[in-house]
Nanobody
Framework: QVQLVESGGGLVQAGGSLRLSCSASGRTLTTYNMGWFRQAPGKERMFVTAINRNGGSTYYIDSVKGRFTISRTENTVYLQMNNLKPEDTAVYYC?????????????????WGQGTQVTVSS
């Protein structure tokens, strides 16, 4: 069982930045592909970005390309979010996948964090 814990959310003005972190208590994440999802009020949880096990490959949805950067160490996955927009407001979740490729659907991930709120004011 992998317990993921996110941190770093908060309230920021449009154009500002936040860095989210995700770690697993007592273990490394090197055997998992990692992803970030977000869920806005009244909407489904949506894929945002993913990174493979060794950090050599990443994938982003179009709306965050050039603004968000996913990275990782052995124990932590980060999501650097720059030039934030009000439409980025959501609860952000990190997730771990044991599947060999990048899953972009929630069903492709084995473990989830509890989420961290990101609110971007206009």
């Amino acid at each position: 069982q992998v317990q993921l814990v996110e941190s770093g959310g908060g309230l920021v003005q449009a154009g500002g930045s936040l860095r989210l972190s995700c770690s697993a208590s007592g273990r490394t994440l090197t055997t998992y592909n990692m992803g970030w999802f977000r869920q806005a009020p009244g909407k489904e949880r949506m894929f945002v970005t993913a990174i493979n096990r060794n950090g050599g490959s990443t994938y982003y949805i179009d709306s965050v390309k050039g603004r968000f950067t996913i990275s990782r160490t052995e124990n932590t996955v980060y999501l650097q979010m720059n030039n934030l927009k009000p439409e980025d407001t959501a609860v952000y979740y990190c997730a771990a996948s044991s599947i060999a490729y990048f899953p972009v659907i929630t069903g492709g991930y084995n473990y989830w964090g509890q989420g961290t709120q990101v609110t971007v004011s206009s």
